[in-house]
């Protein structure tokens, strides 16, 4: 079973969105009993609370309903899950730190970029926060996961040795 972990700073915005678009391309690609995801933080400060209403208001405009409930990322979530997914270089640090401390099991193939599988030519490595910003860049975050999402069930389907992720 592959279990992918989507990690962002407060877990109210772009991972819980990474999180609901993936299920989805998961569940209609057929893959539900292959691959399974979830999302957390690496700060505590929205601890149980819904995504952002801006997000799943978003959300909600593409036909994706929101859920998720905000948690910590904790070390035995490394040995949960297979795959780590940070939405920017910081939260991607924040888990390679605690891979480092805890089991130093994951390597670069499994603890990566969300933008890593963007298929549009970006020099940007990061998925922008959007919490203080306005709808647009909401919308601008579900777009840039979206098309990020669907390479990444590619990436899992066909497997590290075959397929490659879009930037590399």
Same mark, same amino acid.
């Given at each position: 079973?592959?279990?992918? *972990?989507?990690? !962002?700073?407060?877990?109210? !915005?772009?991972s819980?969105?990474a999180?609901g678009i993936?299920?989805?391309l998961v569940?209609?690609?057929g893959l539900?009993?292959?691959?399974? !995801? ?7 400060f ?8 801006r997000?799943?208001?978003?959300? *909600? ?5 929101? $859920? ?7 070390g ?7 795959h ?6 910081? =939260?991607l640090?924040?888990?390679?730190? *605690?891979n480092?401390?805890s $089991? ?9 970029? *969300? ?6 030519? =970006?020099? &940007?490595?990061?998925v922008?926060d ?7 860049v909401?919308? &601008?975050v ?6 990020c !999402?669907?390479?990444?069930?590619v ?8 397929? &490659?992720?879009? =930037?590399k």
């Open positions: 079973m592959i279990r992918v *972990l989507f990690v !962002c700073y407060g877990n109210i !915005c772009r819980p969105v999180e993936f299920r989805t569940a209609d690609a539900s009993d292959q691959i399974e !995801c979830d999302s957390a933080g690496t700060a505590s929205h601890l149980g609370q819904l995504p952002d209403r997000t799943r208001e978003n959300a *909600l405009e593409h036909g994706l309903t929101l $859920t998720h409930r905000a948690r910590r990322l904790l035995e979530d490394l040995a949960q899950f297979t780590f997914v940070a939405m920017d270089e910081l =939260n640090e924040a888990i390679e730190k *605690l480092y401390r $089991t130093g099991l994951h390597t670069a193939d499994t603890i990566f970029l *969300l933008r890593e599988f963007d298929p549009q030519v =970006n020099d &940007e490595p990061n922008p959007p919490y203080y910003e306005g709808p647009e909401f919308e &601008e579900y777009q840039i996961t979206l098309r !999402c669907q390479q990444l069930v990436y899992l389907k066909t497997g590290p040795t075959v397929g &490659e992720r879009a =930037n």
